[in-house]
């Protein structure tokens, strides 16, 4: 069974970093796009990166670009979310999810359970 476990989620202060994983089990994400999104307290879940799995084309939203970056090791079946220049505003769970292409978010066809990020002085 597919499985997507995130980790490297916690607390930063404001101007911090964290590197969030997205390690998966009984599926090789080499040809998958991994999506990642975020939902704050409150507010809807939003996407915030995705690494194509073929030409590993990457895209962000405008608002983590130039602060945050995604990458993907396919040995070993991991993709990262490297995040600098944190802000109190990119606190939220955060989450992975694998699809055939940088989609819509119904469009992923597993997702991880999520890991907190609190950023707070």
């Known amino acids: 069974q597919a499985q997507l476990v995130e980790s490297g989620g916690g607390l930063a202060q404001p101007g911090g970093s964290l590197r969030l994983s997205c390690a998966a089990s009984g599926v090789s994400l080499d040809f998958y796009a991994i999506g990642w999104f975020r939902q704050a307290p409150g507010k809807e879940r939003e996407g915030v990166s995705c690494?194509?799995?073929?030409?590993?084309?990457?895209y962000y939203t405008d608002n983590v670009k130039g602060r945050f970056t995604t990458s993907r090791d396919n040995a070993k079946n991991t993709v990262y979310l490297q995040m600098n220049n944190l802000k109190p505003e990119d606190t939220a769970v955060y989450s992975c999810?694998?699809?055939?292409?940088?989609?819509?978010?119904?469009?992923?066809?597993?997702w991880g359970q999520g890991t907190q990020v609190t950023v707070s002085s």
């Open positions: 690494i194509s799995g073929m030409d590993l084309r990457t």
């Open positions: 999810a694998a699809g055939q292409y940088c989609g819509e978010q119904n469009e992923y066809e597993f």
